[in-house]
């Protein structure tokens, strides 16, 4: 075997390797917020590619006079459940239908199971220089005066330079989640995430017998939801195929 076909063959290994890592870290738990070892050794709750990103990126802004905190990071399958199942009973006893119930929950918080914050990729920010009043994330606060305001302007000048990217983006032709300034996604990860995410049968996996409204969510639903909300993100953070 000459030189040439052997580091053929060396740099063949190497790739199969690099895919086989690839696929146990984007294992069907981990994708779906259940798998939370990886990211319990790291007190922010972030995988270790991403903190490392977002420290950088944090350092930068400190440099500009802003003190990045992260409000949300990784969320597991069960918190999440629990955060639908107390909107979902909360609404009820306002007086919602089951649908109107559903849609209003989906405006912001996701299925369990369906959240980018499952994935050790995703981080929901504020400036952590100004003192908190009230709820943070709220969109009036990264506008006009409002407190986030120039951590906003300076995220959406510098935060790609990092690989972050805002998946909900502030454009009317996206469907899906509402406009959420503070949330950003790394995004060398997250895209092949979600390309990986999509090849799970959602169908399947989405149900749990503890779901308040579970009834109401049907394949057709599942599908919709997909389409609108899972998909209904910025289209730099789409998996080209
Ligand atoms: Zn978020």
Do not use: C
């Not at 802003?66 to 909107?87: G, L, T």
């Not at 454009?171 to 390309?195: C, N, Q, T, V």
């Not at 394949?219 to 730099?236: A, E, R, T």
Request: proline fraction near 5%; avoid cysteine.
């Amino acid at each position: 075997m000459n030189f040439k076909s052997l580091s053929l063959l060396v740099l063949i290994i190497n790739l199969k390797l690099l895919f086989a890592q690839n696929e146990l870290n984007f294992s069907q738990d981990l994708l779906m917020g259940k798998e939370d070892s990886k990211l319990f050794s790291n007190s922010i709750g972030l995988l270790s590619e991403t903190a490392a990103a977002f420290e950088k990126m944090k350092i930068a802004a400190q440099k500009a006079g802003f003190k990045i905190e992260i409000v949300s990071a990784y969320r597991s399958f069960n918190r999440q459940k629990d955060i639908w199942n107390r909107k979902y009973r909360s609404n009820e006893i306002n007086g919602f239908s089951p649908d109107e119930n559903i849609k209003k929950i989906i405006e912001y918080s996701t299925l369990p199971g369906t959240s980018r914050h499952h994935w050790g990729t995703d981080v929901d920010i504020i400036d952590g220089s100004i003192p908190r009043q009230g709820d943070v994330l709220i969109t009036e606060k990264f506008h006009g005066d409002g407190p986030y305001a120039a951590l906003r302007v300076w995220m959406e000048e510098n935060a790609s330079q990092f690989g972050f990217l805002r998946p909900y983006s502030m454009d009317s032709e996206r469907k899906g989640f509402k406009y959420e300034p503070w949330h950003y996604s790394y995004a060398p990860l997250a895209i092949p995430m979600l390309k990986a995410y999509l090849n799970l049968d959602l169908n399947l996996l989405l149900v749990p017998e503890d779901l308040e409204g579970r009834e109401y969510i049907t394949p057709l639903f599942i599908k919709k939801y997909i389409d609108q909300n899972i998909l209904g993100i910025s289209s730099s953070l789409k998996p080209s195929n």
